[in-house]
């Protein structure tokens, strides 16, 4: 399943890559393929902006925005004119619990 | 050694994974989230790995320096920073506790299934309740206005007409709500389009089409007119929330849907709204 296109804010310096791969394993989408010592973004698309991939880069050489997903704190930021906000105690704060309970969540 | 989270049922999935293997764990607080929302939030961090690896003296306890992450803790961890800091070795594991043993038997590498996550059928249907019980009250609520609007015309209000074509349009409402929410997230990938909103509208218009063949056929054009658009709207609202249940969607997709969408369902609702009140006057 895809989401829409062109909407990802992910960058990748290649230039900066040292080819270490990680940023191929803590992707739970496939968005990197490392080859030949060096990163390529396979699947832009793909990406859901979870930010692992910059977090874990050991040269910073990728760079994402990553944030809330749910479609509520986004209107309710948008209404409120307030970031958005994530969290168990506040407005989609039933987000993980679903997730949870559905066991997509380890 | 394993690390997790100390969310009871992250806990539980994990040591379930265990049964038999020689291992330690370690559980973070993450003020009981799981691991992939507390390393968003940023409570599954590398700071407090390594401040829980010093409070329990683990170098006191195992002689090994590796330690086992779960992959969804790296949007909060950065390995190599956490390895210089603490002295273990860290390594993400697969996403599912339950690939850890082929995960374990492989030598630590992972296949490229264990490390994606995934949306399954029955894992799409299990979240798709709570959208319904959220949203609920509002929908009752605008079925309950479609009910009274439908008992208006020129003949002023009519009791009876509000309970008939009121209540028939009432149960149809709520029944296309509950099977759109069902139904939403259980088709999703089949749905046409992108969007969620638009797999909404699409899924919408086709539930308010069933119901009017079945019990409205003998609707006029304009209430007809205005129930798919009304259904449809709905629909596409109600699937547009759903984006933040999944696990493949964006901030930024989500964002630019909503930015777009909104206006567009405020619009469908209302002209939707003004038609189907029209419609009584319609009606012979
Ligand atoms: S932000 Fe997350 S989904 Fe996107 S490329 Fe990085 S690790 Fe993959
Ligand atoms: S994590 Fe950074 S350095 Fe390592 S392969 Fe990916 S882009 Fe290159």
Redesign the pocket.
């Known amino acids: 399943m895809k989401y829409l296109s062109d909407q990802i804010s992910l960058r990748?310096?290649?230039g900066?890559?040292?080819?270490?791969?990680?940023?191929?394993t803590?992707c739970p989408h496939g968005v990197?393929l490392?080859q030949r010592g060096?990163?390529q973004i396979r699947d832009r698309d793909a990406c859901i902006e979870c930010g692992a991939?910059a977090r874990?880069?050991?040269?910073?050489?990728?760079a994402v925005d990553s944030g809330v997903g749910c479609a509520q704190a986004i209107i309710n930021g948008l209404l409120t004119g307030q970031e958005t906000c994530c969290g168990e105690r506040s407005c989609c704060g039933a987000k993980p619990t679903e997730k949870r309970r559905a066991g997509l969540i380890p | 050694m394993f690390v997790t989270a100390n969310y009871k049922l992250s806990f539980d999935h994990l040591r379930r994974a265990l049964a038999g293997i020689d291992g330690w764990i370690l559980a973070l607080d993450t003020k009981g989230v799981n691991v992939w929302c507390a390393a968003g939030e940023g409570n599954f961090s590398t700071e407090e790995l390594v401040r829980r690896l010093r409070d329990v003296q683990l170098d006191q306890v195992v002689s090994h320096r590796n330690l086992i992450l779960p992959q969804l803790a790296a949007p909060g961890v950065n390995a190599f920073e956490a390895t210089k800091l603490s002295g273990f070795r860290v390594v993400y594991g697969p996403v599912y506790a339950r690939d850890l043993p082929r995960f374990l038997a492989a030598g630590c590498t992972a296949t490229t299934d264990m490390r994606r996550v995934h949306f399954r059928w029955h894992e799409r249907l299990a979240v798709a309740p709570l959208e319904l019980v959220i949203h609920f009250k509002r929908a009752l609520l605008a079925g309950l206005a479609l009910a009274l609007l439908a008992g208006i015309s020129p003949a002023g209000f009519s009791w009876s007409r509000m309970t008939s074509l009121g209540g028939l349009a009432l149960a149809l409402w709520v029944a296309a709500y509950v099977l759109a929410g069902l139904l939403g997230p259980l088709l999703l990938p089949w749905l046409p389009m992108r969007a969620f909103a638009l797999k909404g509208a699409a899924l919408g218009a086709a539930l308010a089409a069933a119901g009017l063949a079945t019990f409205g056929a003998s609707w006029p054009f304009l209430r007809m007119a205005a129930w798919l658009l009304l259904v449809a709207t709905g629909t596409s609202f109600l699937l547009l929330n759903f984006t933040g249940c999944t696990t493949f969607t964006s901030p930024s997709g989500v964002r630019r849907e909503v930015r777009w969408a909104l206006p567009a369902q405020s619009a469908g609702a209302a002209i939707g709204l003004a038609a189907w009140a029209l419609a009584g006057w319609q009606m012979p």
């Open positions: 990748l310096d290649a900066r890559c040292i080819g270490c791969g990680l940023c191929e803590v990197f490392v060096k990163a991939c874990n880069c050991p040269v910073d050489a990728i």
